[in-house]
C-alpha cells in the first residue's frame, strides 16, 4: 500500500510569487491535515479536510488556503510568499476521523521544502 | 487551548542503553490521544507509540515503552536498547478525542543522538 505522497519535494520561490502543494494520501483515507515545519516555530497545524470541506483551521493568515477533492487528494496554496513562509509543509493523512474506531494516528508523508528567496 | 513541552532539546545516548524522554502537556480536557512520533534525516515523520488518555496500562511498544502520568499530565518515553537507528528527531504530540478532528498539537521536539 502505497505511503503518503507530497509533491514537489523541493522548490525555491520569490518573494510575492504562489506556489501549491499537492497530496496523496494514503488510499482509502479520507483525512488530510497539513503543518508547517519551521526551526523557529516547530510544527504547527495549518488545516484539516475530510470529504472535501475544510473542518479545522490553524493560526495562519488567509495567504495560506486548501481544498481537497473527490479522490481525496489535497492541495494548499500560498499566495504573496514572504521569506517566513519557508519551511518544510508536511501532509498527514487518516482513516477515520469520529468514533471509537479512530485510532488517532496519523500517517505523514516526506513534506515540500519550500524556500524563498 | 493545549499545549505539549518538551524540556530536552537534546539528548545523547550509547548504543545499547536506556534513554528517557521527557514531555508535559497541558489540557482541561479528559479524552484525548498522546503519541510520540520520530522524524529521522529523511524527514519522514514515524508514528513510534500511542497512548489513549483513558487507558491506565502504559503502552509498550517492542524497546519503546511510555510512563502516562494523567495527572500530572506527563508523558515520558523510554528506549531500551538504543540502536543507531534511533538517532531522529522525537516529537510529543497531544490530539482530542472528541470531535474527531486531526489536529496534532506538538512539541518543540527532542533531537536524539545514539552513539556507538
Known amino acids: 500500500k502505497a505511503g503518503v505522497t507530497q509533491t514537489p519535494r523541493y522548490l525555491i520561490k520569490t518573494r510575492g510569487q504562489q506556489v501549491t502543494l499537492s497530496c496523496s494520501p494514503i488510499?482509502?483515507?479520507?483525512?488530510v491535515s497539513w503543518y508547517q515545519q519551521t526551526p523557529g516555530q516547530g510544527l504547527q497545524f495549518l488545516f484539516e479536510y475530510f470529504s472535501e470541506t475544510q473542518r479545522n483551521k490553524g493560526n495562519f493568515p488567509g495567504r495560506f488556503s486548501g481544498r481537497q477533492f473527490s479522490n481525496s487528494r489535497s492541495e494548499m496554496n500560498v499566495s504573496t510568499l514572504e521569506l517566513g513562509d519557508s519551511a518544510l509543509y508536511l501532509c498527514a493523512s487518516s482513516l477515520l476521523t469520529q468514533g471509537p474506531s479512530n485510532t488517532g494516528e496519523l500517517f505523514f508523508g516526506e513534506g515540500s521544502r519550500l524556500t524563498v528567496l | 487551548a493545549q499545549t505539549v513541552t518538551q524540556s530536552q532539546p537534546e539528548m545523547s545516548v550509547q548504543e545499547a542503553e536506556t534513554v528517557t524522554l521527557s514531555c508535559t502537556y497541558d489540557t482541561s480536557e479528559n479524552n484525548y490521544y498522546l503519541f510520540w512520533y520520530k522524524q529521522p534525516p529523511s524527514r519522514q515523520m514515524i508514528l513510534v507509540i500511542r497512548q489513549e488518555a483513558y487507558k491506565q496500562q502504559n503502552a509498550t511498544e517492542n524497546r519503546f515503552s511510555v510512563n502516562f502520568q494523567k495527572a500530572a499530565k506527563s508523558f515520558s518515553l523510554k528506549i531500551s536498547d538504543s540502536q543507531l537507528g534511533d538517532t531522529a528527531m522525537y516529537f510529543c504530540?497531544?490530539?482530542?478525542?472528541?470531535?474527531?478532528?486531526?489536529?496534532?498539537?506538538f512539541g518543540a521536539g527532542t533531537r536524539l543522538a545514539v552513539h556507538p
Open positions: 488510499s482509502g483515507h479520507r483525512s
Open positions: 504530540a497531544f490530539k482530542l478525542f472528541s470531535g474527531g478532528y486531526n489536529k496534532l498539537i
